[in-house]
């Protein structure tokens, strides 16, 4: 059984920055694929970035993508949403997820999820 905790969430004005982690409770991610999803209110998840379980691979969704940058750190037991030039629009909550089945997941295929961190974004 994987535990994912984010972290990171809160209020930033319209263009600041924000960086999301996720943390495996006793477990590195080398051996998963990786992916964050964010859910606005009265609107169904939606896909964000996903990492390849090898690390080699990464993918935005087109209304995150040169804005967004997922990524692995501290000893691969963390992963990292890093969020620049942040609109309104990306308010939501923001939500990890892993997956040792495949190499990678684009979708919400994904077995373990983490409980969510909100963002706010004001304008």
């Known amino acids: 059984q994987v535990q994912l905790v984010e972290s990171g969430g809160g209020l930033v004005q319209a263009g600041g920055s924000l960086t999301l982690s996720c943390a495996a409770s006793?477990?590195?991610?080398?051996?998963?694929?990786m992916g964050w999803f964010r859910q606005a209110p009265g609107k169904e998840r939606e896909f964000v970035a996903a990492?390849?379980?090898?690390?080699?691979?990464?993918y935005y969704a087109d209304s995150v993508k040169g804005r967004f940058t997922i990524s692995r750190g501290g000893a691969k037991n963390t992963v990292y949403l890093q969020m620049n030039s942040l609109k309104p629009e990306d308010t939501a909550d923001y939500y990890c997820?892993?997956?040792?089945?495949?190499?990678?997941?684009?979708?919400?295929?994904?077995?373990?999820w983490g409980q969510g961190t909100q963002v706010t974004v004001s304008s």
């Open positions: 006793g477990r590195t991610f080398s051996n998963y694929a």
């Open positions: 990492m390849s379980r090898s690390g080699s691979s990464t």
């Open positions: 997820a892993a997956d040792s089945r495949y190499s990678l997941v684009l979708d919400s295929r994904y077995t373990y």
